[in-house]
Structures are given as structure tokens and as C-alpha cells.
């Protein structure tokens, strides 16, 4: 029996250039034109290559933005990694810790307000996917940074701290898309008086 043909490493090569290219063309679709302008035929015509490809390689345009998100994801990973850790023993602490390094990662990730963006108008298994890993991201490093952090009895930190998350992120996303908010400015002035109202903020939580 004729044994099946080795692909050569050129043809290796030029699928994983295709891929790359492809991967590359979404993600400046997706920051320049936001989700509506990504599709099959754009992609294809970004990338300087043939419609199948997409499916072939990615099985359409879920496939892509799956890559785009690892990709985000992993930009987020790199920036909470390079945080250094404040070694604060207390519930506050780490919660101011924790707000401000999410807010540092978010606005420093165009392709995460993005893909965030594209979840405040969508909901689909791809996207609720999307946005569980994104989490996931977070709900690691700060396990690995206070892993034996207990929650007080008296009070709800967890919803307080959900209502700060919240609103750290709607921050993050307006900053990409507005001058200011709620009549602070979004400049570097205006992120320092974010960052103090978050102390202010955080005395519901516990020393």
C-alpha cells in the first residue's frame, strides 16, 4: 500500500502564514470597524486570500475570533503577571489591588474593550464563552495572589465587589469611546481622580 504524501515545510509554512495572516486581517477589522464589519468575505479580502480558506483553516469567522480572544486573553495574563504583588493581609487591600490591576489591564487591551463591546450587544455561545474566560482570567491571578483570602461574615463583600467591577469595566470600555464620564474627564487627570474615588469607595470593605 502507497504510504499518504508528508506535506513538504513549505506547504506548513504557507498554511501557517495563511492562518497568521488571517488571524492578523480580524484583528485590525475588529479594532477598526468593530464587530459589524467582520465576516467571511472581509476577512478574506483583509487577509489577500481565498474565501475557503477561512473555512477551511477556521471553519469560519468563530474559529478567527476564537484566536483573537486567546490573543486578548493572553495580553491580559502578560499585564496582571507583571503587577507586583503589594503583600497586603487585608480584604481592602487586595481589593484595591485587584480593581486597579483589572482597570490597568482592560485600558491597556483595545482588543479586550472590544470583544467586551461586542458583548453588551450580543448574546451567543461564542460570545458568553468569550467572556467566561475572560474571567477566568482574573478569578486566577487573584487566587494565585491572595489564595487563602477569606470573605468576613458581616456585610456583602462580593456584591460590593461586583458593583466595583462593574464599574471599573464600564470605565475601561468608555475610555476607548468617550472624552469623560459622569462629568470627570477621561485623561490622566481624570484616571488619578478614578483611582483615589476607588479608595474612597473601598472603605465598605473590611482593613
Known amino acids: ?23 492578523e486581517a480580524g484583528q485590525r477589522i475588529l ?14 479580502a483583509e487577509a489577500g486570500c481565498d474565501r475557503k480558506l477561512v473555512y477551511r483553516y477556521f471553519e469560519g469567522t468563530e474559529g478567527v475570533v476564537e484566536r483573537i480572544a486567546a490573543r486578548a486573553h493572553a495580553s491580559l495574563v502578560r499585564f496582571l503577571d507583571a503587577v507586583p504583588a503589594s503583600g497586603t493581609e487585608s480584604l481592602r487591600g487586595f481589593a484595591r489591588e485587584s480593581l486597579s490591576a483589572w482597570l490597568g489591564a482592560l485600558r491597556a487591551s483595545p482588543l479586550t474593550l472590544r470583544l467586551m463591546a461586542w458583548a453588551l450587544v450580543e448574546s451567543s455561545p ?20 491572595r489564595p487563602r483570602l ?34 470627570v474627564a477621561l485623561d490622566d487627570a481624570g484616571w488619578a481622580r478614578i483611582e483615589a474615588a476607588l479608595d474612597a469607595l473601598l472603605v465598605a470593605f473590611p482593613e
Open 126 to 145: 461564542l460570545v458568553n464563552r468569550i467572556e467566561a474566560e475572560r474571567s477566568a482570567v482574573l478569578q486566577a491571578w487573584m487566587r494565585e495572589r
Open 31 to 44: 479594532l477598526r470597524d468593530g464587530f459589524p464589519g467582520l465576516n467571511v468575505q472581509t476577512l478574506a
Open 1 to 23: 500500500m502507497a504510504e499518504s504524501p508528508v506535506p513538504s515545510p513549505v506547504r506548513l509554512r504557507d498554511r501557517r502564514a495563511t492562518e497568521a495572516a488571517i488571524v
Open 150 to 183: 477569606r470573605t468576613p461574615p458581616a456585610g456583602d463583600a462580593v456584591a460590593v465587589n461586583a458593583v466595583l467591577l462593574a464599574a471599573v469595566q464600564h470605565l475601561a470600555l468608555s475610555g476607548g469611546a468617550r472624552p469623560g464620564v459622569g462629568g
